[in-house]
């Protein structure tokens, strides 16, 4: 499968540094490659680069109405976003999003036409009490319990754990080899088509692991934070994605 590589911008960026970010982009063919922008960018990122595609980095769980401060999937759909992210650990960490509503945004955002990358992982803690799978087992759970089976073959997974977020310290090959894999699993085990599901990985992907990391079987691309705001790392992870070409 196509390999997708996505940009989290966070809460980055200005006018013009993102005009010269966008500028710096080209499409890698072989590899999809999307940004997911602040929501006040929107409009200006629709002015990007052939073959780069838009997403967003939260989405309602509401679809219209008396919610302020809240953006829904529609809206988003209508400024060309294909993606959005849900369940971004930065979200559940500071912003109190639970695993039920991580489901219910995912659910908005399918049936507005987006496709949700929804962020599954685990804290260092829950690694150093072997209780990795038992959280993932939770977040997707969750997630399946509000889609369906069915739909769930339509969301894009990141394995992200959070103590890779930002770190520097990137999991290693075999740590998420037997994460990916698990994943893989979990999903033919709960009856979603696990062939149509792509799993990217994100945590400190840089230009010089991008290549090692791509190489894990059932890493199927990788969302990334701060590389993807220079647009020669980005580039860089792109085609190692491609296969370092
Ligand atoms: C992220 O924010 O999803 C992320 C993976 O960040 P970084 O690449 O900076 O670790």
Same mark, same amino acid.
């Given at each position: 499968?196509?390999?997708?590589?996505?940009?989290?911008?966070?809460?980055?960026?200005?006018?013009?540094?993102?005009?010269?970010?966008?500028?710096?982009?080209?499409?890698?063919?072989?590899?999809?490659?999307?940004?997911?922008?602040?929501?006040?960018?929107?409009?200006?990122?629709?002015?990007?680069?052939?073959?780069?595609?838009?997403? %967003?980095?939260?989405?309602?769980?509401?679809?219209?109405?008396?919610? $302020?401060?809240?953006?829904?999937?529609?809206?988003?759909?209508?400024?060309?976003?294909?993606?959005? #992210?849900?369940?971004?650990?930065?979200?559940?960490?500071?912003?109190?999003?639970?695993?039920?509503?991580?489901?219910?945004?995912?659910?908005?955002?399918?049936?507005?036409?987006?496709?949700? #990358?929804?962020?599954?992982?685990? $804290?260092?803690?829950?690694?150093?009490?072997?209780?990795?799978?038992?959280?993932?087992?939770?977040?997707?759970?969750?997630?399946?319990?509000?889609?369906?089976? %069915? %739909?769930?073959?339509?969301?894009?997974? %990141?394995?992200?754990?959070?103590?890779? #977020?930002?770190?520097?310290?990137?999991?290693?090959?075999?740590? #998420?080899?037997?994460?990916?894999?698990?994943?893989?699993?979990?999903?033919?085990?709960?009856?979603?088509?696990?062939?149509?599901?792509?799993?990217?990985?994100?945590?400190?992907?840089?230009?010089?692991?991008?290549?090692?990391?791509?190489?894990?079987?059932?890493?199927?691309?990788?969302?990334?934070?701060?590389?993807?705001?220079?647009?020669?790392?980005?580039?860089?992870?792109?085609?190692?994605?491609?296969?370092?070409?």
């Amino acid at each position: 499968m196509t390999r997708l590589v996505a940009g989290n911008w966070k809460m980055n960026g200005s006018l013009a540094a993102n005009r010269d970010l966008l500028d710096g982009l080209v499409s890698v063919p072989g590899v999809e490659m999307a940004v997911c922008v602040p929501y006040p960018y929107l409009a200006q990122a629709r002015q990007r680069p052939d073959g780069i595609v838009l997403g %967003a980095q939260d989405v309602s769980e509401y679809a219209a109405g008396a919610y $302020t401060g809240e953006v829904s999937a529609a809206m988003l759909l209508e400024f060309g976003c294909r993606y959005v #992210i849900v369940g971004h650990s930065e979200r559940r960490a500071l912003f109190g999003e639970g695993d039920v509503m991580v489901g219910r945004k995912a659910l908005a955002a399918l049936h507005a036409g987006l496709v949700p #990358i929804v962020c599954v992982g685990e $804290t260092l803690a829950e690694r150093d009490e072997a209780r990795v799978m038992e959280v993932i087992d939770r977040q997707l759970g969750a997630v399946r319990e509000v889609l369906g089976a %069915a %739909a769930m073959s339509g969301v894009v997974l %990141a394995y992200e754990p959070v103590w890779a #977020i930002g770190s520097g310290r990137s999991a290693s090959v075999a740590q #998420i080899a037997e994460v990916h894999g698990a994943i893989r699993a979990w999903l033919d085990g709960h009856g979603v088509s696990a062939g149509a599901v792509r799993i990217l990985y994100g945590g400190s992907v840089k230009p010089d692991n991008a290549l090692e990391l791509f190489d894990v079987p059932h890493v199927d691309g990788g969302l990334i934070g701060g590389a993807s705001l220079a647009a020669a790392d980005f580039m860089a992870i792109c085609r190692a994605a491609a296969g370092g070409v």
